[in-house]
T-cell receptor, first 118, second 110 residues
Framework: GAVVSQHPSRVICKSGTSVKIECRSL??????MFWYRQFPKQSLMLMAT?????????EQGVEKDKFLINHASLTLSTLTVTSAHPEDSSFYIC??????????????FGPGTRLTVL | GQQVMQIPQYQHVQEGEDFTTYCNSS?????IQWYKQRPGGHPVFLIQ?????EVKKQKRLTFQFGEAKKNSSLHITATQTTDVGTYFC??????????FGRGTSLIVHP
């Protein structure tokens, strides 16, 4: 299946700093990328939907000024957690979607980024 | 908005026993997908169901989509330790963006 990479896999930062997470589709062009947040032993919480070349659509309750999303190309989306605080510590997962990619137009997930804010 | 409920949240089984997780939507779905997430890993697509009453099998896994297209189930026959993980359903209604259930974590005891 299609491959999605995510970088970094783990990051530890001090409170107040900003962290950028990259999501790349390696062998297909992703018209849409999704950003999820997952707390331990919980489900995937959709944060935002990102379409190439346009502004991201944020889910209710997600601060767009805190979680900056840029979908600069059909293979790259970035999530920047600005002024991170300990409560932002979580597992952030991206997924990529493209109509016609895969047998069922399913989402292809990246390996995730474990963010720890001290 | 669309809600997808999944039960149970956890299921402990002895190796060799069967396992079933259920997914229910508050609205009629156009399709439902199932994903598996191994401990420490990321979700991996298993299958998609589209038709009313559809049943699909993958080796020991059987997936069903209800007649009303509002519920689905995943059944594993004779579980193995390799089946350990969290199984998510994800239902799509009018939008192509699916709503994920909270997942069922399967623990298999050898």
């Amino acid at each position: 299946g299609a491959v999605v990479s995510q970088h970094p896999s783990r990051v530890i930062c001090k409170s107040g700093t900003s962290v950028k997470i990259e999501c790349r589709s390696l062998d297909f062009q992703a018209t849409t990328m999704f950003w999820y947040r997952q707390f331990p032993k919980q489900s995937l919480m959709l944060m935002a939907t990102s379409n190439e070349g346009s502004k991201a659509t944020y889910e209710q309750g997600v601060e767009k000024d805190k979680f900056l999303i840029n979908h600069a190309s059909l293979t790259l989306s970035t999530l920047t957690v600005t002024s991170a605080h300990p409560e932002d510590s979580s597992f952030y997962i991206c997924s990529a979607y493209s109509s016609g990619t895969g047998s069922y137009n399913e989402q292809f997930f990246g390996p995730g980024t474990r963010l720890t804010v001290l | 908005g669309q809600q997808v409920m999944q039960i149970p949240q956890y299921q402990h089984v002895q190796e060799g026993e069967d396992f079933t997780t259920y997914c229910n939507s508050s609205t009629t779905l156009s399709n439902i997908q199932w994903y598996k997430q191994r401990p420490g890993g990321h979700p991996v697509f298993l299958i998609q169901l589209v038709k009313s009453g559809e049943v699909k099998k993958q080796k020991r896994l059987t997936f069903q989509f209800g007649e009303a297209k509002k519920n689905s189930s995943l059944h594993i026959t004779a579980t193995q330790t390799t089946d350990v993980g969290t199984y998510f359903c994800a239902g799509s209604g009018g939008s192509y963006i699916p709503t994920f259930g909270r997942g069922t974590s399967l623990i298999v005891h050898p």
